[in-house]
């Protein structure tokens, strides 16, 4: 289990902290780094930011000010008190449990955004201005929140900015793949051009032409064999035709007359054994290399899959929710360390790409809003906005219930 929550953890910490990072750069006030959901386990805060740890580990977020609705509204009319610094700034704002030594306001103007400021009457009806300052602390309800100025929001920035900061998410967790893989690669070693044989099916072609477990394939009727492909590109090809295989045994080569069997199914030869790629002790540069190509293949074969969901050629039982995604991990995490790091960078690049794609309430479709501002040359209605984001939360949570009932009914079963 706690390979389980390590994993889920880090990937969606390294998505937050991309946020994160490119939110402070941006010069936006971030209000909390929160690993996790739901009730918190632990909270500290430095500087202006509090760090947050919750009881349900597989989730996190990044609250920016101006995000959403973050504090109550103030109205003329309303009685507040307030606290003072030495230049006359208000520090604290109380909007109820007004205690003595307070500076009690009648509000008629206040603005916490872009004036800073405070006007209306004391107790004796006499007319009164206050400077807020920009660290102030709002207090109502037993709740304390400082206010974010306008230039501290994230609706504030520049599109370059906002569109920086939802995209870094995506891109860091696409990252974080990157190095997943070249962790793995240099554990595991890289593919050589050496092709050797595994598992020979009984009765089959290869075996009838004495192919065994083991042999190293050098070449196919002279043509040299340097990967899988090569090998299986010309089995395939050459159905019911004799093939001169050359075979290093320990040291020795030989060559052998291999016919592969026509396969109805798929219409192409096979002779009945598994071929695999012999593994090398990698250099910095090849696992470096290898780790890009592989990022680039697997973002391929992502994509295809969500085609094909979109085209029907995979259902909702295909699909695999938390709990098959938890098992996947666990199952992972029993066949060694480089197994589970190899998936949990398959896992991180798929949230990374998932979270691109133009669904609201993912990354994809803020940065889909933020284009359309670009293009028009004015913000898209905040509250259209987040009606779209509020349903395609809601759709996004009755698929989640979905695939996680099709997931217990397959471990069930």
Avoid: C
């Avoid at 991309?18 to 959901?37: N, P, T, Y």
């Avoid at 919750?54 to 609250?63: E, N, T």
């Avoid at 201005?129 to 100025?149: D, T």
């Amino acid at each position: 289990m706690l390979e389980i929550i390590l994993v889920f953890v880090s990937i969606m910490f390294i998505h937050e902290l991309g946020h994160f990072i490119f939110a402070k750069r941006a010069g936006i006030f971030v209000r909390e780094f929160s690993l996790g959901l739901g009730p918190k386990l632990f909270s500290i805060k430095k500087g202006e930011t509090q760090y947050s740890l919750r009881i349900l580990p597989f989730g996190a977020y990044v609250r920016m000010a101006g995000e959403d609705p973050e504090v109550i509204e103030i109205k003329s009319g309303d009685e507040i008190g307030v606290n003072l610094n030495k230049n006359d700034q208000v520090t604290d704002i109380f909007t109820s449990d007004i205690k003595l030594g307070q500076k009690v306001i009648h509000v008629e103007e206040i603005d916490l955004e872009r004036e800073l400021e405070i006007k209306g009457t004391d107790e004796n009806g006499q007319l009164i201005q206050y400077p807020v300052s920009r660290q102030a602390i709002l207090h109502y309800e037993k709740q304390k929140v400082q206010i974010a100025p306008w230039d501290r929001q994230f609706s504030s920035k520049s599109i370059f900015d906002r569109f920086a900061t939802v995209f870094a998410g995506p891109l860091f967790n696409i990252l974080l793949t990157i190095v997943l893989f070249f962790i793995v690669f240099n554990m595991v070693g890289v593919p050589s051009n050496k092709v050797v044989l595994g598992e020979i099916t009984s009765n089959s072609p290869a075996e009838k032409a004495g192919l065994q477990e083991g042999d190293w394939i050098r070449s196919i009727n002279g043509k040299t064999v340097e990967s899988t492909q090569d090998f299986i590109g010309l089995i395939q090809q050459s159905p019911n035709q004799p093939l001169n295989i050359t075979i290093d045994r320990q040291g020795e080569e030989k060559t052998l007359i291999v016919i592969p069997q026509f396969d109805e199914k798929t219409k192409t030869g096979r002779i009945g054994a598994v071929v695999t790629q012999a593994q090398k002790k990698a250099t910095i540069i090849e696992a470096a290399s290898y780790s890009v190509k592989n990022t680039v293949a697997m973002t391929k074969v992502i994509l295809d899959g969500f085609k094909m969901i979109l085209t029907g050629h995979v259902g909702m039982n295909d699909l695999a929710g938390p709990v098959g995604i938890m098992k996947i991990t666990s199952d992972a995490a029993k066949q060694g360390l480089a197994t589970l790091f190899n998936w949990a960078s398959i896992l991180s690049l798929y949230l990374g790409i998932f979270n691109l794609l133009p669904i609201p309430a993912l990354d994809g479709s803020r940065l889909l809003f933020l284009t359309i501002e670009g293009l028009r040359g004015k913000p898209i209605d905040p509250k259209k906005e987040s009606l779209v984001h509020l349903i395609g939360f809601a759709f996004m949570m009755l698929l989640m219930i979905i695939v996680t009932v099709n997931d217990v009914s397959r471990i069930f079963d």
